[in-house]
């Protein structure tokens, strides 16, 4: 139990072009996720918080404006990157916990690889 | 925010040694995982331990909260069990996971 699917796995995109990733908690109902990035050779940092039904939040140094998250049902977030450019490059991890589970464990997609030329 | 050290950062091992890995944690926690990254960046669940020891086949993990420490133990290692590990935690219900930098292990045979 407890899968979260993230679609693409990879993806490679042409510089100011935009580029969608869906995040889905397949088995449980997930009110929060949460969006990660990691670029080569270092941990995972956290991007922003997404809540089902309002607008994410985002951490410090992250632009809003470019990663555009939108979280409009409680088995769906997705991330949009717009106007790509190749220091976007990078892997995108997102992670849920069910609804109702403040201290349960998270689980994670299997990441999207973007690559921007 | 809650800051993660892990150590070492990395580690070399031939095939069949044992190894520990530690994470220290600068606040109280009422979460703590610890994953493993493949070479395709898939993170594996390998522990939920906010407190107490926990065992799975040759790994096992224990985490003394109170003294903000966790540790990884791998027994009789395999070249499969290179890569990199993560613990990650969390200081308020419903927060993120803050991860630490990882441990790259490597194991030859």
């Known amino acids: 139990g407890a899968v979260v699917s993230q679609h693409p796995s990879w993806v490679i995109c042409k510089s100011g072009t935009s580029v969608k990733i869906e995040c889905r908690s397949l088995?449980?109902?997930?009110?929060?996720m949460f969006w990660y990035r990691q670029f080569p050779k270092q941990s995972l940092m956290l991007m922003a918080t997404?809540?089902?039904?309002?607008?994410?939040?985002?951490e410090q140094g992250v632009e809003k404006d470019k990663f555009l998250i939108n979280h409009a049902s409680l088995t769906l977030s997705t991330l949009t990157v717009t106007s790509a450019h190749p220091e976007d490059s990078s892997f995108y991890i997102c992670?849920?916990?069910?609804?109702?589970?403040?201290?349960?464990?998270?689980?994670f997609g299997n990441g999207t690889r973007l690559t921007v030329t | 925010g809650i800051q993660v050290e892990q150590s070492p950062p990395d580690l070399i091992l031939q095939e069949g040694a044992n190894s520990t890995l530690r994470c220290n944690f600068s606040?109280?926690?009422?979460?703590l995982q610890w994953f493993h990254q493949n070479p395709w960046g898939q993170l594996i669940n390998l522990f939920y331990?906010?407190?107490g020891t926990k065992q799975n086949g040759r790994l096992s993990a224990t985490t003394v909260a109170t003294e903000r420490y966790s540790l990884l133990y791998i027994s009789s290692s395999q070249t499969t069990d290179s890569g990199v590990y993560f613990c990650?935690?969390?200081?308020?219900?419903?927060?993120?996971?803050?991860f630490g930098k990882g441990t790259t292990l490597s194991v030859s045979s």
């Open positions: 606040d109280s926690v009422n979460n």
């Open positions: 992670s849920a916990r069910e609804t109702g589970g403040a201290w349960s464990p998270l689980h």
């Open positions: 331990i906010p407190s």
């Open positions: 990650a935690v969390r200081g308020q219900a419903g927060t993120a996971l803050i």
């Open positions: 997404s809540n089902e039904g309002s607008k994410a939040t985002y």
């Open positions: 088995d449980f109902q997930a009110t929060t």
